[in-house]
């Protein structure tokens, strides 16, 4: 499954304005949901984590172009077939983030994989197997 092209804008908070320095005020940035897409209507994205406790990941969750909100949430306990833990929040709405692929992560290395092969070996030795199938 794709993963979900919602983008917000996130404003820097009123603090940082006050620690700036004059002339270099602070800018909003975008984030991009980390949801698989056709997900519910709020998007998330994890800003920071503070060590893994529980509740310790900050999340941005905004719905539409509505107010962004900051939120700790727990981590998804589920682990996948190598024991790797999912990168979401607990009771995410999206399938786990195993099942999540970005396509614009995936176009990149597709490129350098074919530019660098030498720096992609796992992927280099895929593409070669399947150019001696015909595929």
Known sequence: MNQCTAVALLPPPDHLFALSFPGHRPEAGHVLCELGDGHDERHAAMLWDEGGRPGSAVWIRWKGSGTATLTPLPWCPALDP?????????????????????PTDDAITEHL???????????????????????
């Open 82 to 102: 190598r024991n790797e833990a999912c990168e979401l929040f607990a009771a995410h709405p999206s399938p786990h983030s195993w099942h999540i692929t970005d």
């Open 113 to 135: 994989t074919h530019q660098h092969p030498d720096l992609f070996p796992e992927f280099s030795d895929r593409d070669r197997d399947s150019d001696q199938d015909g595929s």
